[in-house]
């Protein structure tokens, strides 16, 4: 019976442990919506959440590299094999090349992480004395350290990725999950015992501590590759300029497009609308986000399969897969987003006292509209990209400057004009627009 369940729902073994870790950070959201509001005041609400959005900027200095990272190592590593004892088999030209690459991306996130400690967290405090309702002595410690750790888990992320494009997904995903339980435990004993906005710091602290120690215990594929390199046998190289650049540039500009759709609003709230207002605001998003994260763990976890498929040419087999993942994950979304309505909905109802933490009932409306619109926009720029292009760069910049203008105008009214605007820009514009391409590709020969 159980493995008829899993069958049905597609739940093999690369996204269990995917939908896992997306089903874990449902349960750590939910109950950092019930801890927040006991433990922060609304101001501190407000900082909590801007303090994240702004944490997002770290998309300016890794550029999309990761997306084109699993794609590049995907279409490499479709062509070898890791035996039981570790050892790579296959064309030697393409494990030089891999070997190559991760000496490229040591060069690059190490100077993006650094910038972005340095760039980041000198906004921020501009940013925030400029605003808000808290001197720097209660919030200015607890950036440093935020801006600190998140940029030691960038540095660290493509090591990930790479081992996410060989195949490792379930790995990789199990990893993340118990640091994150780990993390987010250690955060709420620290909010219990009143660190505030200190407490923030143990996600990502725990994270590039647990990370770093498990891929010297489990990167087995990494080592390989860098004994490679260090043998002297690496002479077929990636090259960044012939071989990711031309993909990069169009994903860096969709990603940083993304951060004025995605991530923009709660900083505008705080600053047009107050720390309040940006505080209700950026729990209600929090929650959609990761409904939709979880929608999308069907998706994710096949991301190396239909790279893998389009390098070896099985356009049918490309197709069913797809079919069958975005199905499950459009009816999870949907059937979660229905869920969050109707408890809202009873809590606005009543009017019980917790619901005034959260936005309004019809912003809610919004979020769940957007929340499933993007879960397709999202899941057919996945098989687009898997062929090594990106087509969505123009969407993504149109629509983030039809929603950057819809934000600004917004914000100076109110936060519902702001999300209905947003709504508008998504269900009018991104939607079409990305349909009309995916069916460019879906129906190649």
């Known amino acids: 019976m159980l493995k008829a369940v899993r069958r049905l729902a597609g739940l093999d073994s690369q996204t269990l442990p995917t939908l896992l870790l997306r089903g874990w950070s449902v349960i750590a959201g939910a109950v ?39 794609q590049v190592v995907s279409h490499e590593f479709a062509h070898l094999k890791i035996s039981s004892n570790d050892e790579l088999s296959g064309d030697e030209s393409r494990i030089s090349r891999l070997s190559s690459l991760l000496a490229l991306l040591r060069r690059f996130y190490g100077i993006g992480a650094a910038l972005f400690f340095v760039i980041v967290g000198a906004c921020g405090f501009l940013f925030f004395s400029k605003t808000g309702g808290l001197a720097a002595a209660d919030w200015g410690s607890a950036w440093v350290l935020l801006t600190l750790a998140t940029a030691g888990n960038l540095y660290l992320s493509p090591m990930l990725t790479v081992l996410e494009g060989c195949g490792e ?38 994270a590039v501590l647990y990370t770093f120690f498990w891929l010297k215990r489990n990167g087995r594929t990494i080592k390989e590759l860098r004994k490679y390199t260090a043998a002297g046998a690496s002479k077929e190289r990636i090259s960044w300029r012939k071989d990711i650049f031309p993909f990069q540039w169009r994903i860096a500009i969709s990603w940083i497009s993304g951060y004025f759709i995605f991530q923009l609003f709660t900083p505008l709230a705080f600053a047009k609308q107050g720390a309040v207002a940006a505080g209700q ?18 998706i994710t976890a096949k991301i190396p399969a239909l790279a893998a498929h389009v390098a070896r040419n099985e356009r049918d087999k490309l197709n069913l897969l797809f079919t069958a993942v975005v199905k499950r994950s459009m009816a999870f979304t949907l059937i979660s987003i229905l869920f969050v309505i109707a408890i809202m909905f009873l809590l606005t109802h009543f009017d019980v006292a917790a619901v005034h933490r959260f936005t309004s009932f019809p912003v809610i409306i919004c979020l769940a509209i957007v929340t499933l619109s993007n879960c397709y926009v999202f899941a057919a720029a996945i098989y687009m990209r898997s062929h090594k292009e990106e087509p969505m760069m123009l969407v993504s910049v149109v629509s983030a400057l039809a929603t950057l203008t819809a934000a600004i105008i917004g914000a100076g009214y109110s936060v519902f004009t702001m999300m209905a605007l947003y709504t508008s820009v998504v269900v009018g514009l991104t939607v079409p627009w990305t349909t009309i391409l995916f069916l460019r590709y879906f129906r190649r020969a």
Do not use: K
Not at 34 to 51: C, K, M, R, V
Not at 169 to 191: D, E
Not at 284 to 296: E, N, P, R
């Open 32 to 70: 950092m919506v019930l801890l927040i509001p006991i433990w922060l005041g609304p101001i501190e609400q407000g900082y909590y959440f801007t303090f994240a959005s702004l944490l997002a900027l770290q998309i300016f200095f890794e550029l999309g590299m990761n997306q084109v990272i699993v």
């Open 169 to 206: 997904v379930a790995g990789v995903a199990r990893m993340r999950l118990v640091q994150s339980i780990f993390g987010y435990s250690l955060m709420w004993v620290a909010l219990g015992l009143g660190a505030g906005l200190w407490a923030m710091s143990f996600v990502p602290l725990t």
């Open 281 to 298: 605001l950026g729990i209600s998003l929090a929650i959609f986000s990761a409904l939709l994260t979880v929608g999308m763990s069907w």
